[in-house]
């Protein structure tokens, strides 16, 4: 048995902290990838992990958000899972304000284990110019992706069944977008103040909606009702 005293203790505990520490970042229920500097929220008693929810405060004043994940920038990868201490934990979803109001974030990849882009979860990412969505994706929520001005084009996946409220909006650049067929839920204007916007379609086989005779907007098909439209958008007979 080797007997250290208490100097010798503490210099080896903090090397093997130190040791730790290289492989993987873990503060609580936390997990930073040090690749990108995304900070991932999980439940030691679960499966699952979340990209870490940021804040939201409103004040009399302005409001103030607060990141999920501060440090991150440049091009993201969302991991499809987290190990940790020999655990794996799915990546299932982007949390709340996870990137709101991050400049420096450039690109992102969600991969097919997210199912949910939480509320503004990429809210005003000025400078964020190419997202991909996986197919597993599910529901973006509400303002997800609006104020980010330099998304030219998004391609919604196969699968997607929910698109809410201000999810695009003010996507000044976005110039068309392809409503999947598994869509069955879209809230109201969705992509508000995308003013470069023309062309808008419908998958065919979609039950809830279409975008007949080439119309340019998504219409309810059961109500015969018109619920977005782009600058070009022309009515149909039918919805006269």
Same mark, same amino acid.
């Given at each position: 048995?080797?007997?250290?005293?208490?100097?010798?203790?503490?210099?080896?505990?903090?090397?093997?902290?130190?040791?730790?520490?290289?492989?993987?970042?873990?503060?609580?229920?936390?997990?930073?990838?040090?690749?990108?500097?995304?900070?991932?929220?999980?439940?030691?008693?679960?499966?699952?992990?979340?990209?870490?929810?940021?804040?939201?405060?409103?004040?009399?004043?302005?409001?103030?958000?607060?990141?999920?994940?501060?440090?991150?920038?440049?091009?993201?990868?969302?991991?499809?899972?987290?190990?940790?201490?020999?655990?794996?934990?799915?990546?299932?979803?982007?949390?709340?304000?996870?990137?709101?109001?991050?400049?420096? %974030?450039? $690109?992102?990849? @969600? !991969? /097919?284990? =997210?199912?949910?882009?939480?509320?503004?979860? &990429?809210? +005003? #990412?000025?400078? *964020?110019?190419?997202?991909?969505?996986?197919?597993?994706?599910?529901?973006?929520?509400?303002?997800?992706?609006?104020?980010?001005?330099?998304?030219?084009?998004?391609?919604?996946?196969?699968?997607?069944?929910?698109?809410?409220?201000?999810?695009?909006?003010?996507?000044?650049? %976005?110039? $068309?977008?392809? @409503? !999947? /067929?598994? =869509?069955?839920?879209?809230?109201?204007?969705? &992509?508000? +103040? #995308?003013?470069? *916007?023309?062309?808008?379609?419908?998958?065919?086989?979609?039950?809830?909606?279409?975008?007949?005779?080439?119309?340019?907007?998504?219409?309810?098909?059961?109500?015969?009702?018109?619920?977005?439209?782009?600058?070009?958008?022309?009515?149909?007979?039918?919805?006269?």
């Amino acid at each position: 048995m080797i007997h250290l005293n208490k100097e010798q203790y503490m210099k080896y505990f903090f090397l093997l902290i130190s040791i730790m520490a290289q492989s993987f970042t873990v503060f609580g229920d936390e997990y930073i990838d040090p690749d990108t500097n995304v900070i991932y929220s999980f439940d030691p008693l679960g499966s699952t992990a979340e990209v870490k929810s940021g804040e939201f405060w409103a004040f009399e004043t302005d409001p103030e958000y607060y990141p999920g994940s501060p440090n991150a920038q440049g091009d993201v990868v969302i991991l499809s899972k987290i190990c940790v201490n020999g655990k794996d934990y799915i990546v299932n979803k982007i949390g709340n304000y996870a990137f709101v109001k991050m400049d420096k %974030l450039m $690109s992102v990849f @969600i !991969p /097919s284990t =997210v199912h949910t882009i939480g509320v503004e979860a &990429f809210d +005003g #990412c000025i400078n *964020l110019w190419s997202l991909v969505m996986s197919e597993g994706l599910k529901l973006i929520d509400v303002g997800a992706f609006s104020g980010c001005i330099s998304l030219t084009r998004v391609s919604l996946p196969s699968g997607l069944e929910s698109i809410k409220f201000k999810a695009f909006n003010n996507c000044i650049q %976005l110039t $068309s977008i392809v @409503i !999947p /067929s598994s =869509v069955t839920d879209i809230t109201p204007t969705p &992509f508000q +103040g #995308c003013n470069m *916007l023309s062309s808008i379609k419908v998958d065919e086989g979609n039950a809830v909606y279409d975008s007949r005779g080439n119309c340019n907007a998504i219409i309810k098909t059961a109500e015969n009702k018109m619920v977005v439209g782009c600058k070009d958008t022309h009515i149909p007979l039918s919805n006269r």
